[in-house]
């Protein structure tokens, strides 16, 4: 699992970011989410979530907009500016996977792309 940290933190930090806020980008990519959902999705608190979106707000990557189901709360979803950066992050981490697999055999290198989503996947409560 270091593995899969080390490789977010490399593809993170030349566009700027920590690892959680590049994660925190690309678990926006599938449309905004409530502060509570995301931070079980990312197995933070919500002091220290809130923290990042302030940050990531400041940067104007991502916005709060008003709970259409609950007044009381807020959505974050990204801009326009945090979307395309979202995707750089998505997109260089995934060249760096399909990089660390380029010696493999097809059959193996499918094997083993599919054993780090299901990885991914379990990481993600």
Do not use: F, W
Request: proline share 5%.
């Amino acid at each position: 699992m270091h593995v899969l940290q080390d490789l977010y933190a490399e593809t993170s930090r030349p566009l700027g970011l920590t690892p959680q806020q590049a994660h925190l980008l690309c678990v926006l990519l599938d449309g905004p989410l409530g502060m509570t959902e995301l931070s079980r999705i990312m197995s933070i608190e919500r002091s220290s979530l809130t923290s990042m979106v302030d940050r990531l707000e400041r940067r104007s990557l991502v916005a709060r907009a008003a709970d259409p189901a609950d007044r009381r709360a807020c959505q974050i979803g990204l801009t326009d500016d945090g979307r395309t950066l979202a995707h750089e992050v998505h997109d260089a981490y995934t060249a760096r996977v399909d990089a660390l697999t380029t010696d493999l055999a097809p059959s193996h290198r499918s094997h083993v792309l599919a054993a780090v989503r299901r990885i991914v996947t379990a990481a993600t409560p």
